[in-house]
């Protein structure tokens, strides 16, 4: 069993930047790949980020390629999300996702945990 918990989020203008945090429990967190997913108001979930077990595999949604970067630290069972630029259509609920495999998925029904999410308003 894995518990995630999220934080970092908050109101910036567009622009701005916000760096996402996702803190894991348990002794296994290196064995997982972890994805950032979001979702707005009246929208269904969709994919942001993703990145391997291990690192070595990073993946984005076209839309934040070169805005957003996904990083990981197993030593301190954690992944981030750093978000530069932000835009005002980047506003949404930002939940972070564990999936039991060294590859990430951009299918949110593959992951396996998730935490309660954290809410990115950017005002414009």
């Known amino acids: 069993q894995v518990q995630l918990v999220e934080s970092g989020g908050g109101l910036v203008q567009a622009g701005g930047s916000l760096r996402l945090s996702c803190a894991a429990s348990?002794?296994?967190?290196?064995?997982?790949?972890m994805g950032w997913f979001r979702q707005a108001p009246g929208k269904e979930r969709e994919f942001v980020a993703a990145?391997?077990?291990?690192?070595?595999?990073?993946y984005y949604l076209d839309s934040v390629k070169g805005r957003f970067t996904i990083s990981r630290d197993d030593a301190k069972n954690s992944v981030y999300l750093q978000m530069n630029s932000l835009k005002a259509e980047d506003t949404a609920v930002y939940y972070c996702a564990a999936k039991r495999a060294l590859s990430w998925s951009t299918i949110y029904s593959l992951y396996d945990y998730w935490g309660q999410g954290t809410q990115v308003t950017v005002s414009s």
């Open positions: 348990g002794r296994t967190f290196s064995r997982y790949a």
């Open positions: 990145i391997s077990s291990g690192g070595s595999s990073t």
